[in-house]
């Protein structure tokens, strides 16, 4: 069945330092593959996007990779803050039949320390 | 700018009631999409419609209904409610029926007692 795993413990930094994130699925073939920002009690808020056709997305301190051969995307965020501190959640799409419909990731917990 | 509108924001029901929850989508926007996001839990897809139809269906229980209007805007109606239903719902719209960039509501908490 399919299947998105994203880091399950919560990911602890230092302000300043670069966060990495990871999203691995399997038996998936996604178009392009979303990432979101839930901070609790809200709903998720849209990050970035990258296609099945491209590697690497950036937007301002976030940057995206996506390597449909490993079957996994990497999320950076270089010079963390506290208010970066959120549940993070990767989200698959599919053009089967372009329904739209979006799978998403557990999410991981990030929080960064001043 | 406008966002997604969902109301209510909270709603206690006890079992077996009935509740409906709204969704207002982004002006332009013309597909809606409902998810349930239970503690802990990442968002569970539905059901979402295009241009006013039902484009895709997800765990939605039989119980569950949804449509969307000529305004496009979304209702999502619950019979027979069970404590398991206690969860809260999103709504969430974008342009094109391709699920790309999805804009999501507040969401509205179902208590069911």
């Known amino acids: 069945s399919q299947k998105i795993e994203q880091n399950s413990e919560a990911l602890n930094i230092q302000e300043g330092k670069t966060a990495t994130l990871t999203c691995n699925y399997t038996?998936?073939?996604?178009?392009?593959l979303q990432w979101y920002r839930q901070d609790p009690g809200r709903g998720p808020v849209f990050l970035l996007l990258?296609?099945?056709?491209?590697k690497e997305k950036r937007k301002e301190r976030l940057k995206v990779t996506f390597d449909t051969t490993l079957k996994q995307s990497l999320f950076h965020i270089t010079a963390s803050q506290p208010a970066d501190s959120a549940t993070y959640l990767c989200a698959l799409g599919s053009t089967a039949g372009n329904t739209g419909k979006l799978i998403f990731g557990q999410g991981t917990t990030l929080q960064v320390k001043p | 700018a406008a966002g997604v509108i969902q109301s209510p924001r909270h709603l206690i029901k006890e079992k077996r009631e009935t509740a409906t929850l709204k969704c207002y989508p982004i002006p332009r926007h013309d597909t809606v999409y409902w998810y349930q996001q239970g503690p802990g839990q990442d968002p569970q897809f539905l059901i979402s419609?295009?241009?006013?139809?039902?484009?895709d269906k997800g765990s939605i229980p039989d119980r569950f209904s949804a449509q969307q209007f000529s305004d496009y805007h979304s209702e999502l109606n619950m019979s027979s409610l069970e404590l398991g239903d206690s969860a809260l719902y999103f709504c969430a719209s974008s342009f094109g029926g391709e699920g790309e960039k999805l804009f999501f509501g507040s969401g509205t908490q179902l208590s069911v007692l």
């Open positions: 990258i296609r099945e056709n491209e």
């Open positions: 038996n998936y073939s996604p178009a392009y």
């Open positions: 419609f295009y241009e006013k139809m039902q484009s």
